[in-house]
């Protein structure tokens, strides 16, 4: 049986909208057997949706607290979602998992989730209109995402496609983007990584399937990568935002078992 787990949870110590007390309380009462947090690591200039420094210390003291009022009815683990432009300890965290949010462009950081107008401008100014290279550019971090943060999971593989269900900056199925993408999982396959199925994206409303978009996964499942499911909740109302749908994504794509902490360690479950 798939137990019902989250690992990519966030709070109001960064831009989530509940406590961890708060998000503790909601996962039980819907029946999870493991919570774990991955507050966004502290990035100078950005601690609007990241923790600060101070926080990040804060949030530390408090899932501590937590995990200590509630061990016996859910497993808590410490957790951190590292950004490749932070620079942080990870020694406390029971797991990493590692993500890239920004392109480097012609003025500064391009934030690759923040909005779509923002990703047009930015490519039109920074890339003369060539999104394929911008694309490029976030492969290229990304395939060194486990040298930068140490992680143990790999975050929303094609954040790319936040904003590109219907093809609203670029066709995924141009051949171009393919190959990049694929060039990067075969980087990263060489990793002992673990690649998450995201919802986040659906329960903020921009898409109606997970990342990764279904080629990456059906070669994902090819390749016998480890795979976990994360809902990247933000709030207390969508810890298990898609989860059973994305089951069945997975299964539709080749995937055969989804990896998910059991005392602290990632253990595979058949599905």
């Known amino acids: 049986m798939i137990?019902?787990?989250?690992?990519?949870?966030?709070?109001?110590?960064?831009?989530?909208?509940?406590?961890?007390?708060?998000?503790?309380v909601s996962a039980i009462e819907q029946g999870f057997s493991v919570i774990g947090f991955s507050g966004h690591s502290y990035i100078p200039g950005e601690d609007y949706w990241t923790m600060t420094?101070?926080?990040?210390?804060?949030?530390?003291?408090?899932?501590?607290?937590?995990?200590?009022?509630?061990?016996?009815?859910?497993?808590?683990?410490?957790?951190?979602?590292y950004d490749v432009l932070s620079r942080c300890d990870t020694k406390e965290y029971d797991y990493i998992i590692g993500s890239?949010?920004?392109?480097?462009?012609?003025?500064?950081?391009?934030?690759?989730?923040?909005?779509?107008?923002?990703?047009?401008?930015?490519?039109?100014?920074?890339?003369?209109?060539?999104?394929?290279?911008?694309?490029?550019?976030?492969?290229?971090?990304?395939?060194?995402?486990?040298?930068r943060t140490g992680c143990d999971v790999v975050g929303h593989?094609?954040?790319?496609?936040?904003?590109?269900?219907?093809?609203?900056?670029?066709?995924?199925?141009?051949?171009?983007?393919?190959?990049?993408?694929?060039?990067?999982?075969?980087?990263?396959m060489k990793k002992d990584v673990i690649f998450e199925i995201n919802t986040g994206a659906i329960s903020r409303g921009y898409r109606t399937k997970p990342y990764p978009s279904k080629f990456i996964l059906e070669k994902m499942a090819a390749l016998g990568a480890k795979i976990t499911l994360t809902t990247d909740c933000h709030s207390t109302s969508v810890l298990a935002c898609y989860y059973d749908e994305a089951i069945e994504y997975a299964k539709e794509c080749g995937v055969r078992e989804l990896w998910f902490p059991k005392n602290k360690k990632f253990v595979p479950y058949s599905i």
């Open 3 to 24: 137990p019902k787990v989250s690992i990519h949870t966030h709070t109001s110590f960064c831009d989530g909208k509940n406590t961890a007390e708060e998000m503790v």
């Open 53 to 81: 420094e101070q926080g990040m210390n804060e949030y530390i003291a408090d899932v501590k607290r937590v995990r200590e009022k509630y061990k016996d009815k859910i497993e808590i683990l410490l957790g951190l979602e």
């Open 100 to 147: 890239v949010h920004f392109v480097k462009g012609k003025y500064g950081d391009i934030p690759v989730d923040l909005d779509v107008n923002t990703l047009k401008r930015e490519v039109a100014e920074s890339f003369g209109g060539d999104v394929y290279s911008f694309c490029e550019d976030y492969y290229r971090q990304l395939a060194g995402v486990c040298e």
């Open 157 to 188: 593989f094609d954040l790319l496609m936040k904003f590109n269900e219907h093809g609203e900056l670029f066709d995924e199925n141009n051949e171009r983007y393919r190959r990049m993408a694929l060039d990067c999982l075969d980087k990263l």
